[in-house]
């Protein structure tokens, strides 16, 4: 993947399992190959590193640092792995296909959002109105 030196990166792993943490392989963890400082950890830092809920990583205001392999890992399995290139010689402002395309996709990945929000608070309705540890009284007779 190539990126302009201050772009903002979006690296992608939807995984679709109910819960992954429970699979006792451990944590989904990104991790970065540098020349710098070799393989490390990707810890979520809100000015630079951001963990999103569909188990991928913005990367904010890249630079050379930034530059190298980014992989998703579960327990010793890598389930996605990113190359990125950092462009530190041009800094031009994308061209209007490059800036459509990227605004429909944002557009694409915020209706998804949107869904499974509306679908979250639909079974939190549900689930707010009756309690399956709720006792009810049906006017039975106890004998």
């Known amino acids: 993947m190539h990126v302009y030196w201050g772009q903002s990166v979006h690296l992608s792993c939807a995984i679709h399992m109910p819960d992954v943490e429970s699979m006792g392989l451990g944590p989904l963890r990104w991790f970065h190959y540098s020349r710098e400082k070799g ?3 990707v810890l979520h830092r809100r000015e630079k590193f951001i963990h999103t809920a569909d188990h991928g990583l913005v990367v904010l205001a890249v630079g050379e640092r930034d530059a190298g392999r980014y992989d998703c890992k579960l327990g010793a399995s890598t389930l996605c792995s990113f190359n990125i290139t950092v462009d530190t010689k041009t800094c031009s402002a994308p ?4 800036y459509r395309k990227v605004y429909s996709d944002w557009c694409h990945e915020f209706e998804k959002y949107k869904l499974a929000m509306k679908s979250w ?3 939190q309705a549900k689930c707010q109105s009756v309690h399956p540890n709720d006792v009810t009284y049906q006017g039975a007779t106890l004998v």
């Open 95 to 98: 061209t209007e296909a490059e």
């Open 121 to 123: 608070q639909n079974k």
């Open 39 to 41: 393989k490390y950890a």
